[in-house]
């Protein structure tokens, strides 16, 4: 069964108010996903990710804490909560770093991986580099995933399809 991936569908960056809401296209990614799970549940194994950081972490200096644990921040956002069959804590860009995530996918011997969610030039980059690196076939599909940065977004979608070679669907 192939698996879609959901990176960092929570409050922070879909909530207003938040450090790393993502506005409006943050509000048009919830709907179309809702549409996208609601179509291939039982379909495909879906798994999320949420990141949880702790306030001593200094990985993140160069950025705002966010998702701090404890935090609602780290809370899938309330209308995707259902969907995913595994949630997967991650700590980096990287949802492999110190996670059982290869663990939970080679359970249901996927062999494609989908990916959605947040910070294209990140989150998706990132993980997706550690899939190709593990040998799986990538996917992104970009009507699903979005940056808080236009530029960023492009620039991760570019080296995603251009370098990677992963699937820009």
Not at 19 to 29: A, M, T
Not at 44 to 64: A, D, L, W
Not at 120 to 140: D, G, M, P, Q, S
Not at 148 to 163: C, T
Request: charged content about 25%.
């Amino acid at each position: 069964m192939d698996i879609v991936l959901g990176l960092s569908l929570q409050k922070s960056y879909f909530s207003c108010g938040r450090l790393q809401y993502i506005g409006e296209e943050g509000e048009v990614l919830l709907i179309r996903l809702k549409e996208y799970f609601e179509q291939i549940k039982g379909k495909y194994g879906i798994y999320f990710t949420r990141e949880i950081h702790q306030i001593n972490n200094t990985f993140f200096r160069e950025v705002p804490s966010h998702s701090l644990a404890g935090t609602q921040d780290i809370e899938i956002v309330d209308s995707l909560k259902k969907y995913p069959m595994c949630m997967i804590n991650t700590y980096r860009y990287n949802a492999f770093y110190l996670t059982e995530l290869d663990r939970e996918i080679r359970k249901l011997g996927a062999r494609r991986i989908y990916l959605v969610g947040v910070e294209t030039h990140t989150n998706i980059l990132f993980t997706a580099e550690e899939l190709r690196n593990r040998e799986y076939e990538v996917t992104v599909l970009e009507p699903l995933v979005v940056s808080q940065d236009a530029y960023m977004h492009a620039a991760g979608i570019n080296l995603l399809s251009n370098i990677l070679s992963v699937d820009v669907e």
